[in-house]
């Protein structure tokens, strides 16, 4: 009886091995079976997110990361601004899902708009290993944050961003513009149907449909025709618009407060956004007009609108 017990166990314990070389050797096919990634990276103008093909030569989960990071850091794209990730030190730790980026005194330096496209960047492209779903930022053991708000854990759906030629869907979707009145001080909306081929936001879309004189009787761009767009870029629910230097000059009969609150409310009115920064060539702003304090979040706000909602 002990013999053949004796036997049961061997062979538990051969299929048991057997089983855990097959999980090896499966974990360690993960990455090479699914070797094309892209490199994500922000264009010269530090306006957008945009991506390369790239082939993973690395299998297991680390090596992979270092090489993507090595990727990110390189960054020789004849359309990149420069590399990805800051110069220095980048401590590299995994908890679970997570991947905890740890840089050095060096990441403080880059601000802005162009620090939201970089860590766009970081994101997507190392969220594309199999056991990677999130990623963390900090700086000298500290949790990254911006404006003093935590950025806590991100993942590729943290930021929408334009990544150029590569989408191929087509969306409809009606948003509320808010232009203003007659008088210049009030803000009403109108219903606009955005069609997107996915290459722009629907938020970027807004701003360019409210850049733009509208057809609607008593409704009126609070814009002068100069000010452009240069990116809208979105990071949990938070919206950092950039404009052009022209947008410092306000429109002559438009009140300050209802040239930003048109954007504001415009932006505020999708789900995906609940406030707002604006910024001009991407730097902030101290005072819009001489007075009005720009260097803030701003959230949507209801008194300026003529049919309060």
Not at 135 to 148: C, K
Not at 222 to 242: A, E, G, P, Q
Request: glycine share 6%; net charge negative.
């Amino acid at each position: 009886m002990r013999e053949k017990i004796l036997k049961l166990l061997i062979i538990l314990m051969f299929v048991l091995v057997l089983w855990g070389c097959k999980e090896t050797k499966e974990d360690s096919e993960d990455i090479s079976e699914n070797s094309d990634y892209y490199i994500y990276y922000v264009n010269s103008d530090c306006t957008k997110i945009l991506r390369k093909s790239y082939k993973v030569s690395s299998v297991g989960t680390m090596d992979c990361i270092n090489e993507l990071i090595n990727e990110l850091r390189n960054c020789n794209y004849k359309d990149a601004a420069d590399s990805t990730l800051p110069k220095g030190i980048v401590k590299i730790d995994i908890k679970g899902e997570i991947l905890i980026l740890d840089f050095d005194e060096h990441y403080e330096k880059i601000s802005g708009v162009e620090e939201v496209l970089k860590r766009g960047a970081v994101v997507k492209t190392l969220c594309q290993v199999p056991a990677i779903k999130f990623v963390q930022f900090s700086v000298n053991g500290r949790g990254l944050t911006v404006n003093n708000t935590p950025v806590g854990n991100m993942s590729p759906d943290s930021f929408i961003d334009n990544i150029g030629k590569d989408a191929d869907y087509i969306s409809e979707e009606e948003m509320g513009i808010y232009y203003t009145d007659a008088s210049g001080s009030k803000l009403k909306k109108d219903n606009v149907v955005i069609k997107t081929d996915g290459t722009k936001s629907k938020e970027e879309l807004a701003i360019e449909c409210l850049l733009k004189s509208p057809d609607k009787i008593g409704y009126y761009s609070v814009f002068n025709d100069n000010v452009k767009l240069n990116s809208v870029i979105i990071n949990d629910k938070k919206c950092y618009v950039d404009f052009n230097e022209a947008f410092l000059n306000k429109k002559s009969g438009v009140s300050a407060e209802a040239t930003i609150y048109s954007i504001v409310n415009t932006l505020c009115d999708t789900p995906s956004v609940n406030q707002v920064v604006i910024t001009v060539n991407g730097e902030r702003i101290e005072y819009y007009n001489g007075s009005f304090k720009m260097n803030r979040f701003f959230e949507k706000n209801y008194e300026i609108n003529e049919e309060r909602e």
